[in-house]
């Protein structure tokens, strides 16, 4: 399954809960690890389970066109359409924050294409971000296997010089300078609340 | 178009923005007023654009089977189905306080039925409120076209009380005693937002 785009569409594991996720996100990746997508899954189950925090992937907007009923079955949309999402893919809380943030994966070694960001959720990020929302980016660079945090406020300034048309990407370096390294651990795979209790504590630094 | 149980799907108002929302919403309810899921549109729109809280409704969940590509055109799902939501309806910030709720309408001119409530989402809205989100029910009363806010804190009682089977109900006498009458005014039309600063002020001279 594709977007428009021809980006593919890996469906909402998160929602449907299928069993073969690991299997199909292998299989959409190719990654040495998990899907980023599938390791905050399971993170997110972690901390729902141990009521760490709660954390959810917003479901693929779609706008339904037509539904069937056949008899003695379930409804069936056969006829629907991808929307463009008007916000980030994951929000939610962790003790009393409200938490904001897009995971994105690329193939590239050195850096991150902005291409990646799409301005409406740039946009949505900054109004969070303006709420005094936790508001951040999860990086991880398939080939080194790597997952940094970058927080929205640093995420910011590059962004700017995207648009301003000086540099069309983030380094690996300018993200190591200026996010937060999650290295993989047993349980949850990826703890990005760590992460998180470090940019909280950095940011009310900052603002004292 | 209708939900396996019947009830009617209303689509993502919210999302889609459409420009006949507001003649299928009468379609769809009846009510004199706008629906409640208009009317919280609008004003959710009205907090965005004025930079007050940024709040939206969750897309509906689907689970896409199969899609398929017409030549030259978009992408079509043409095999999808209604999945059961895990969370509530409605999350986002305001002014730093995470903000989760579930918007219900009855008919019903002198109780509202707790059968309107699903299981899994009250348990959503109770791990939020453990997580110190602001966490409550917007119900809006058709035949009294009158909307009140009630805390999750308050409605906790009533639900337990359900589950013991004592009673199946909140009277409109316990919502309007354990909860914030919503006048409609001009603009936005639903203001809600005073309502969850009286409660957030509550909240916190309870936890003094």
Redesign the interface.
């Known amino acids: 399954?594709?977007?428009?785009n021809g980006r593919p569409?890996k469906?909402?594991k998160t929602?449907?809960g299928r069993t073969n996720t690991t299997q199909s996100s292998n299989i959409n990746y190719g990654g040495r690890g998990m899907s980023l997508e599938k390791d905050i899954e399971l993170s997110n189950k972690y901390y729902?389970d141990n009521?760490i925090?709660?954390i959810?992937k917003?479901?693929?907007?779609?706008?339904?066109v037509?539904?069937h009923?056949p008899m003695r079955s379930?409804?069936?949309?056969?006829?629907?359409?991808?929307?463009t999402p008007?916000?980030t893919d994951y929000?939610?809380?962790?003790?009393?924050?409200?938490l904001?943030f897009e995971a994105k994966e690329t193939k590239n070694k050195t850096s991150f294409p902005l291409s990646n960001m799409h301005k409406h959720q740039v946009k949505?990020m900054d109004?969070?971000f303006?709420?005094?929302?936790v508001v951040f980016l999860l990086i991880r660079f398939k080939t080194l296997d790597e997952v940094y945090l970058l927080p929205y406020a640093n995420f910011k300034y590059f962004w700017e010089r995207y648009l301003n048309g000086i540099k069309k990407s983030i380094t690996v370096e300018e993200i190591k300078k200026n996010g937060y390294y999650i290295p993989y651990q047993y349980q949850p795979r990826l703890n990005y609340i760590n992460a998180v209790d470090k940019l909280i504590l950095d940011e009310s630094e900052d603002r004292v």
């Open positions: 399954m594709n977007y428009p569409f469906g909402n929602q449907v729902l009521e925090a709660v959810h917003k479901p693929t907007p779609v706008q339904i037509n539904v009923y379930k409804a069936v949309i056969n006829e629907a359409y991808f929307r008007s916000t929000n939610g809380i962790y003790n009393g924050y409200y904001d949505h109004a969070c303006n709420q005094n929302g």
